[in-house]
């Protein structure tokens, strides 16, 4: 199939629309026919004037790029050739004209563009309701204004619940059975958790309540282990230690643990309150978890940003060494989403880490602002750039990412993915979701898998019972 500059030929979607670009009737155009060919990136091959496709290029990597002003006609139908079969599939035909002549915007413009219409193609093919899309709605508008590209990036990147509304933290001892505890925010340096214990309360769902519609979550939030610990970024945490249904039976932490890398807009008491939870997973895997606040999420002091979120990674990783005693080899570090780019750092730079999972990985921020992560360079404002640091991970590691992700789309996955040196098989998870990856059964079979099976947390289990 050959792609043109004067006629082209380029497949829309994964549901085999496919478009005719004619090039030449306006500037404008002729530029957005250019940007739908890099949209192809490495699955096109050049030879001087035409553009062919390699015989491993996947539509569903191609976007939605023509702008909405257009006209469309239906022209027939295009052949597929397979290079290894005689088979032929039947595409139709779409030929897409502008209907207003302009000039080629700025390139802040294209920007702001781009972003506008990644909002909307996300609400339309999420369904989202009336009031979620309210919801996002506001959250566009407090990102774009003021309009300028760093704190865009900035806001975009970090998005912390505001204090005490998922949890809050109380000395142990002003908890009374029966009595709904008082908010209040308490002073991190104030507190040693080893010495005076600190509990968590969670204002949602009862889960501090001692009504009988609660039994399950009572006896979670009673083994949560609440720890404060200084970050080299110069903030005091709040992290949590999840000892798991069959670490409680034998007496003795796992063999080796999580560490739960969150995503953005979450907290420790968000994970709490999602299902599975951070209990649940523990009990699942049988493995404990330890979970942390980056700065300036939940109740950990300081304000997020990139070097914060990586420091206080590294510190949480000297803590399970140095307050655990866990060597780095058996901590197994966790990321969904935001949580990737800090686990893959750490990954990156601590070759002695044996094992990593990574749930709807990203490139960089930018690259999913502008719906393409094959992007080769972007500017100094992009957060996040993991697509520069995976190359280095020597850790086994296990990709999962949904099919219907429109947050961060699965070609992100994909690129992270080939990139690794000892990725371990992946998991695409079909019809999941951003969010919905999180709650899939599938994903957590898999996962589990991997850490019982592929790195033998089972066969440790087996041999700590045996002692």
Same mark, same amino acid.
């Given at each position: 199939?050959?792609?043109?500059?004067?006629?082209?030929?380029?497949?829309?979607?994964?549901?085999?629309?496919?478009?005719?670009?004619?090039?030449?009737?306006?500037?404008?155009?002729?530029?957005?026919?250019?940007?739908?060919?890099?949209?192809?990136?490495?699955?096109?091959?050049?030879?001087?004037?035409?553009?062919?496709?390699?015989?491993?290029?996947?539509?569903?990597?191609?976007?939605?790029?023509?702008?909405?002003?257009?006209?469309?006609?239906?022209?027939?139908?295009?052949?597929?050739?397979?290079?290894?079969?005689?088979?032929?599939?039947?595409?139709?035909?779409?030929?897409?004209?502008?209907?207003?002549?302009?000039?080629?915007?700025?390139?802040?413009?294209?920007?702001?563009?781009?972003?506008?219409?990644?909002?909307?193609?996300?609400?339309?093919?999420?369904?989202?309701?009336?009031?979620?899309?309210?919801?996002?709605?506001?959250?566009?508008?407090?990102?774009?204004?003021?309009?300028?590209?760093?704190?865009?990036?900035?806001?975009?990147?970090?998005?912390?619940?505001?204090?005490?509304?998922?949890?809050?933290?109380?000395?142990?001892?002003?908890?009374?059975?029966?009595?709904?505890?008082?908010? /209040? #925010?308490?002073?991190?340096?104030?507190?040693? *958790? @080893?010495?005076? =214990?600190?509990?968590? +309360?969670?204002?949602?769902?009862? &889960?501090?309540?001692?009504?009988?519609?609660?039994?399950?979550?009572?006896?979670?939030?009673? /083994? #949560?282990?609440?720890?404060?610990?200084?970050? *080299? @970024?110069?903030? =005091?945490?709040?992290? +949590?230690?999840?000892?798991?249904? &069959?670490?409680?039976?034998?007496?003795?932490?796992?063999?080796?643990?999580?560490?739960?890398?969150?995503?953005?807009?979450?907290?420790?008491?968000?994970?709490?309150?999602?299902?599975?939870?951070? +209990?649940?997973?523990?009990?699942?895997?049988?493995?404990?978890?330890?979970?942390?606040?980056?700065?300036?999420?939940?109740?950990?002091?300081?304000?997020?940003?990139?070097?914060?979120?990586?420091?206080?990674?590294?510190?949480?990783? +000297?803590?399970?060494?140095?307050?655990?005693?866990?060597?780095?080899?058996?901590?197994?570090?966790?990321?969904?989403?935001?949580?990737?780019?800090?686990?893959?750092?750490?990954?990156?730079?601590?070759?002695?880490?044996?094992?990593?999972?990574?749930?709807?990985?990203?490139?960089?921020?930018?690259?999913?602002?502008?719906?393409?992560?094959?992007?080769?360079?972007?500017?100094?404002?992009?957060?996040?750039?993991?697509?520069?640091?995976?190359?280095?991970?020597?850790?086994?590691?296990?990709?999962?990412?949904?099919?219907?992700?429109?947050?961060?789309?699965?070609?992100?996955?994909?690129?992270?993915?080939?990139?690794?040196?000892?990725?371990?098989?992946?998991?695409?998870?079909?019809?999941?979701?951003?969010?919905?990856?999180?709650?899939?059964?599938?994903?957590?079979?898999?996962?589990?898998?991997?850490?019982?099976?592929?790195?033998?947390?089972?066969?440790?289990?087996?041999?700590?019972?045996?002692?």
């Amino acid at each position: 199939m050959n792609l043109s500059k004067p006629n082209g030929i380029l497949p829309m979607d994964s549901y085999g629309d496919v478009i005719v670009v004619k090039s030449g009737i306006s500037r404008r155009h002729s530029i957005r026919a250019a940007e739908l060919v890099d949209a192809f990136g490495d699955c096109l091959r050049t030879d001087g004037s035409d553009c062919s496709f390699g015989s491993n290029w996947d539509p569903s990597l191609i976007m939605r790029t023509l702008p909405e002003v257009s006209r469309r006609t239906m022209r027939g139908n295009v052949e597929l050739n397979d290079d290894d079969s005689s088979s032929q599939n039947l595409i139709p035909i779409v030929e897409v004209l502008p209907t207003q002549q302009g000039s080629v915007p700025p390139r802040k413009k294209w920007e702001l563009r781009c972003t506008l219409q990644s909002f909307l193609a996300f609400m339309k093919a999420s369904g989202e309701s009336i009031s979620e899309i309210v919801l996002w709605t506001g959250k566009v508008i407090y990102v774009l204004c003021p309009p300028i590209p760093a704190m865009m990036i900035h806001k975009v990147s970090f998005q912390p619940p505001s204090k005490g509304k998922f949890y809050f933290l109380l000395p142990t001892e002003e908890l009374i059975p029966g009595i709904k505890p008082k908010k /209040r #925010l308490i002073r991190l340096e104030q507190y040693d *958790t @080893s010495i005076r =214990r600190v509990s968590f +309360v969670f204002p949602y769902l009862g &889960r501090n309540s001692e009504e009988p519609d609660y039994p399950t979550s009572r006896e979670q939030i009673r /083994r #949560l282990k609440t720890h404060i610990f200084l970050s *080299t @970024s110069g903030n =005091r945490l709040v992290g +949590v230690e999840i000892v798991c249904a &069959r670490s409680m039976v034998v007496g003795k932490r796992s063999p080796k643990i999580l560490l739960f890398a969150q995503p953005n807009s979450s907290d420790i008491g968000a994970c709490m309150m999602t299902d599975p939870n951070l +209990v649940d997973i523990s009990d699942f895997l049988n493995c404990d978890v330890f979970a942390f606040d980056y700065s300036g999420f939940g109740m950990s002091d300081g304000s997020p940003s990139e070097m914060n979120v990586y420091n206080d990674i590294e510190s949480a990783f +000297v803590f399970l060494q140095n307050s655990f005693g866990y060597a780095p080899e058996d901590i197994i570090p966790l990321g969904f989403s935001m949580g990737t780019a800090s686990s893959i750092h750490l990954a990156a730079i601590f070759p002695r880490i044996s094992a990593m999972i990574l749930i709807a990985p990203f490139t960089s921020v930018i690259r999913v602002i502008a719906r393409s992560p094959t992007i080769e360079r972007t500017p100094q404002i992009d957060k996040f750039r993991s697509v520069d640091k995976v190359g280095r991970v020597e850790a086994r590691t296990l990709v999962c990412h949904g099919t219907k992700d429109f947050i961060v789309p699965i070609n992100h996955g994909q690129l992270i993915y080939s990139k690794l040196r000892n990725a371990t098989e992946p998991l695409w998870v079909k019809e999941a979701t951003h969010q919905g990856i999180y709650c899939n059964r599938t994903l957590w079979n898999r996962v589990h898998d991997f850490i019982n099976e592929e790195m033998e947390l089972r066969i440790l289990w087996e041999e700590l019972a045996s002692c």
